[in-house]
């Protein structure tokens, strides 16, 4: 049969009455008509996702033609061991073209493979998305840190877009996005007509856009601004750095609100003049005034290093951070049933090209968001992730028992060279002086290595950075956010008062 340029099987034109058109579900109508709904769990101001089966799906790249897929496996996505990937192939759990193959198939063009796993997502902070503004055609809210955006890496129910598409019973675009771990103001569409006209007023830098920042250090009453170029050190870590030689312009404004001499911190107004990842954190960090609790680039001296030195210090230290589960069961040998030594969820599944309109913007890597069939490890698509993933809050491992009184040199926030962590007997982790309880099992798949790993509660106060966005200016219109809980109303001078619309009372 002949077949149309959209990819749909024609039929001849013949007599016979005209049977009706079959639509091709797109692969992410088919992946969420297969998907559990999710069920969530609130426990200690926490918001979980109760782990779910799901199917990650991804077309093989060209590099791995030729290739054996357990040799692509296991270099590709090291979230398992090879162990698990021959065992996964052997019953069916990873397929190639919804068949299953042998651990020596050879990759080939058009290779469909299907990963079913038992999804683990980390826990948010269970705070209230508030409403800014709404309209038939936006939706401007006050994203609470901790959160990320929209499905990536580990995360897919436990999203921005995932909760307010859910409460408003409609399909969302995005056409800018903050961190992570940063809080505040997020534009959003509610057509794909206005989310590339929005996207390009950001592409375009026709945004006037207003953070709050809480640094270390006096900062200069009379202000200062920085245009020092930023280049991404490393496209996988989601890391910037200053760089004279090679990195791209970049312009950020700053203004002293307040200084507490006591803490010995100041308030900061930001006004970026241009749209580079992490702009204001790197910027802020280079002048000498981090951001008090950035885990990256309050880094000591980070600002002193060069590139090539910052980059391998950061590397060694992650790679340290990633092996914390093997240093606690070195007694132990790896197996498909305990897991791996770092993050999961590194197989890549098909991005969701909707939820960003890629002709109305792109990240901060130049990369349009959502590409879809993008493969990228769980680091590449989290950016600032790495930091959470860094703390104790995501160890995995399985410690014996008697291991009590074992201290073990390991990295531990991912902000120090190394720290000691050690077992209590009641089963709890002792880590820098702080202690961490393990997050509760709240589904178990005898087939999922994760659900054999542990992984602890992470501190409330390691899920979120003092950056807020408090004020954008776009398309004739401006919206501010409330302050943010970390910054009091005193601290703001009464000539920002109507800039950041507060009342005098």
């Not at 014996?400 to 077992?423: C, F, H, M, R, W």
Request: proline share 6%; hydrophobic share 30%; aromatic share 8%.
């Amino acid at each position: 049969m002949p077949c149309s340029n959209s990819g749909v099987i024609m039929a001849k034109e013949d007599s016979s009455p005209k049977r009706k058109r079959r639509r091709c579900l797109p692969v992410r109508e088919i992946m969420e008509a297969e998907e559990e709904k999710p069920e969530f769990r609130v426990i200690d101001g926490l918001r979980y996702v109760v782990p779910y089966n799901f199917v990650l799906r991804t077309y093989a790249k060209k590099r791995w033609f030729d290739q054996s897929i357990l040799e692509v496996l296991t270099r590709e996505f090291q979230a398992y061991p090879a162990s698990y990937y021959k065992s996964a192939l052997a019953s069916g759990r990873i397929t190639v073209n919804d068949k299953i193959v042998s651990c020596e198939y050879l990759l080939r063009d058009h290779d469909f493979i299907a990963h079913h796993v038992h999804r683990h997502e980390p826990p948010v902070l269970n705070r209230e998305v508030q409403t800014i503004a709404e309209s038939e055609e936006i939706l401007v809210v006050n994203k609470p840190a901790s959160i990320p955006i929209h499905t990536t890496g580990r995360y897919r129910h436990n999203t921005l877009l995932k909760h307010l598409e859910s409460k408003h019973s409609q399909k969302l675009y995005t056409c800018h996005r903050l961190d992570r771990l940063t809080s505040g103001i997020i534009v959003l569409l509610k057509n794909t007509h206005k989310a590339k006209e929005y996207g390009a007023l950001f592409r375009d830098q026709q945004v006037k856009k207003t953070y709050l920042a809480l640094v270390d250090g006096e900062f200069p009453v009379t202000g200062m601004s920085c245009s020092e170029p930023i280049l991404q050190v490393s496209h996988k870590l989601g890391i910037n750095k200053v760089d004279h030689e090679n990195g791209k312009p970049a312009h950020t404004d700053f203004k002293r609100l307040h200084y507490d001499s006591v803490s010995g911190r100041s308030l900061v107004l930001c006004l970026p003049q241009s749209g580079k990842m992490h702009q204001i954190r790197v910027h802020l960090a280079h002048r000498g005034f981090p951001i008090t609790n950035d885990p990256i680039y309050s880094r000591e001296n980070w600002a002193k290093k060069s590139t090539e030195e910052f980059s391998k210090e950061l590397t060694e230290v992650l790679f340290k951070r990633d092996n914390i589960s093997r240093l606690l069961n070195k007694d132990q040998e790896s197996s498909a049933t305990t897991g791996g030594d770092v993050e999961h969820e590194n197989f890549p599944e098909n991005k969701d090209s909707s939820d960003q309109v890629k002709s109305s913007s792109t990240d901060s890597t130049g990369k349009p968001e959502g590409s879809p069939n993008h493969l990228t490890s769980d680091t590449e698509t989290q950016q600032t992730d790495v930091t959470t993933t860094a703390n104790p809050a995501n160890i995995c491992s399985s410690p014996p028992a008697d291991k009590s009184d074992n201290k073990l040199t390991v990295s531990g926030d991912g902000l120090k060279q190394a720290a000691e962590i050690s077992v209590t007997p009641d089963g709890k982790f002792c880590l820098d002086g702080r202690v961490f309880e393990r997050i509760p099992q709240l589904s178990y798949d005898e087939k999922c290595p994760e659900c054999a790993w542990i992984r602890l509660v992470p501190a409330p106060e390691d899920m979120f950075i003092f950056l807020h966005a408090v004020r954008y200016e776009l398309g004739g219109r401006f919206y501010v956010s409330p302050l943010p809980e970390w910054c009091e109303k005193e601290w703001i001078p009464p000539e920002f008062h109507e800039l950041l619309q507060i009342s005098s009372d």
